[in-house]
């Protein structure tokens, strides 16, 4: 359907529309809980190039990328704690690559990865593109509370890898990346929020208990509520990022951090609430209730926890009072 090349330009196979069109498109892989490689591919790899891959490398991959014929994923994290440049791990030298990057989400079915890993020089961080059929790269599956999406971590031994973007400037890009992917993941956990508070109200209407659908008690009102309280909630800071991000406002990082923190909130109390509205029956494999709090879970993680967009917000806030 040509989803995939929605923001790529036109001189590489894309569409080229707006980010406004890619947000409509998240909602709604969101609503229904897509198990595809979507977010990885379109929101973090096709993101990192347009903002930091050179022609060459944009004309080898963005076509392919818009036909969905290249899945592409992004791999920065290496384990816990919060990543930094002097973090890193994972080395570069001499256009090699070297080292571990752990739950990588669709790294057993991508083509290529973008790698954050330390410089060349030994000043910062860099991103690096790397081939996944290069004899250096290795992945172990990972199981995850989600089984419709595929984790898997990647080990480099000496792979071959391009630079992408200026050495050393692989950090600012990297937050740049991620600010961007905030916005449009935002956008696919509330269609899979709007999605559960649908589902439990259409369920609450038809369930009958004591001779009344249980949509008229009290106790099942004030969950529906307060499940659309947050939805409007993250919607209204959702439009807030989908604006920052379509004209490329200075205010992005404060607008995507405000998005994703409002989002991720709402779909997890949504999917938990819409199996307490079920009863017994929501803890059921029968019921798809399970798929959406799967999924709250593991977008609630797989750009970075909650906890540290509480912190970028924070700190995008301070800086934006201080402007």
């Known amino acids: 359907m040509g989803w995939t090349a929605t923001v790529i330009p036109e001189e590489f196979g894309g569409l080229g529309l707006s980010y406004l069109e890619l947000a409509v498109i998240a909602e709604e892989l969101g609503r229904c809980a897509a198990p595809v490689p979507f977010g990885s591919s379109v929101y973090l790899a096709t993101e990192a190039l347009l903002l930091g891959g050179n ?14 014929e290249a899945i592409g994923t992004f791999a920065y994290a290496e384990g816990g704690g919060q990543s930094s440049p ?18 990588v989400p669709d790294a057993e079915i991508a083509q290529f990865v973008i790698v954050a890993a ?19 790269v290795s992945t172990e599956s990972v199981q995850t509370l989600d089984p419709s999406r595929s984790h898997a ?17 692989g950090w600012g890009l990297l937050q740049r990346v991620l600010d961007r992917a905030a916005v449009l993941t935002a956008w696919e956990q509330l269609g899979g929020s709007e999605a559960c508070l649908e589902m439990a ?12 659908a249980i949509a008229s008690y009290q106790a099942i009102k004030h969950k529906l509520a307060d499940m659309y309280v947050k939805n409007t909630l993250a919607r209204s800071n959702a439009y807030y990022g989908a604006w920052a991000l379509n004209t490329d406002a200075a205010e992005l990082p404060l607008a995507a951090a405000t998005a ?25 494999w029968e019921f798809d209730c399970q798929f959406y709090y799967r999924r709250s879970k593991l977008l609630a993680v797989n750009i970075g926890s909650e906890g540290l967009w509480q912190e970028r917000l924070i700190a995008a806030t ?6």
């Open 118 to 136: 330390a410089s060349d020089s030994g000043d910062g961080a860099s991103l690096y593109l790397v081939d996944m059929s290069d004899a250096g």
């Open 260 to 284: 994703r923190v409002g989002s991720t909130q709402a779909y997890y109390f949504s999917s938990k609430e819409n199996i307490q509205t079920h009863g017994g029956m929501g803890y059921t």
């Open 86 to 103: 002097k973090s890193l791990a994972t080395k570069a030298s001499g256009g090699k690559l070297s080292g571990r990057k752990v739950v």
């Open 318 to 323: 301070e800086q934006s009072n201080v402007a």
């Open 55 to 68: 022609q060459e490398q944009k004309e080898a991959w963005l076509p392919t990328l818009a036909t969905g």
């Open 201 to 212: 109200k259409n369920y609450a209407m038809g369930r009958y208990a004591f001779g009344r």
């Open 153 to 169: 971590h990647i080990d480099f031994s000496s792979a071959s890898a391009q630079l992408l973007g200026g050495e050393g400037q």
